[in-house]
């Protein structure tokens, strides 16, 4: 199954110390990319036209504005189509519940021929989110790690070293970009190679990985979502993180992308 396959694909990169980038494109990233209404609040949830009344935690909170925040959705545009034989595009697929089979078929349209790079957005979480913890996170404590996360994460008992943080706060997505530029010249100055950079900013991640790997491939740049919230003190809201980690039923675990 190409979804095993694709993770231990990447987990075989990172043992190695070959750089790659892995970004991740879901239902928010699409409704962006739509040009529509984006909002998360703490009671509701606005996507384009259509209102739901069930909210998130405030490290969640976005509002991406059409009318304001254009550039978003060219970025992420930019970042979805970008090719490069070390650059991984994790999409929606046509057989999982994380989004619809409309949006499945218009991100490949978008994307073009598919190829090898082309993976799921999910890769590191549900069924395989048990070999991301007993995997994935202890070849990170061999490496030299950047970590891009909330301001509220409190990092000092990841149980791996970060050598360097960089923070976002409210509604990054459209109020933090100059991590672009923050970033390129920390990496610029110290002559930064062979870390691995670690995002957990929402959307914002796909940006930020886009133009550091544009600019600079001699590190390895992966967005891990909310995979490490519940070592970093913040909200384990996802289904399939509080099933893992308290043990308790639910099907994200046994669920699998196509």
């Known amino acids: 199954m190409k979804y095993k396959k ?3 694909n990447l987990l075989a990169k990172l043992r190695s110390g070959e750089n790659f980038a892995y970004t991740r494109f ?14 998360l609040a703490s009671d509701h949830v606005v996507v384009g036209p259509k209102v739901y009344g069930f909210g998130y935690s405030e490290d969640d909170h976005k509002h991406y504005d059409p009318s304001k925040h254009g550039f978003l959705k ?7 189509k970008f090719k490069h ?19 499945a078929s218009w991100m490949h349209d ?10 799921s957005t999910n890769l590191l979480v549900n069924s395989n ?4 913890v007993q995997n994935f996170i202890p070849i990170l404590k061999g490496k030299k790690i950047v970590l891009v996360c909330s301001e509220n994460a409190k990092i000092e008992q990841m149980g791996f070293d970060i050598v360097k943080d960089f923070r976002v706060g409210k509604n990054c997505i459209v109020n933090d970009h100059h991590l672009i530029e923050e970033i390129s010249q ?3 100055e110290n002559e930064v190679k062979d870390h691995v950079f670690l995002f957990s900013a929402s959307s914002l991640s796909e940006v930020l990985i886009h133009n550091l790997f544009k600019s600079n491939q001699n590190n390895t ?38």
């Open 221 to 258: 740049y992966i967005d891990i979502g909310t995979t490490l919230h519940p070592y970093m003190g913040l909200d384990i809201a996802r289904d399939y993180l509080k099933a893992y980690h308290y043990n308790l039923p639910h099907p994200d675990l046994k669920s699998s992308c196509v």
């Open 186 to 188: 920390w990496i610029s």
């Open 110 to 119: 978008l994307y073009g021929e598919v190829d090898d790079n082309l993976t």
């Open 129 to 132: 989110y048990p070999l991301f």
């Open 6 to 8: 694709d993770f231990f």
């Open 85 to 103: 034989k070390d650059y991984y595009v994790g999409g929606i697929c046509s057989g999982c519940t994380c989004a619809s089979k409309e949006f």
């Open 74 to 80: 060219d970025a992420l545009i930019d970042a979805y």
């Open 26 to 39: 879901s239902d928010g990233e699409i409704c962006v990319m739509q040009d529509q209404e984006l909002r």
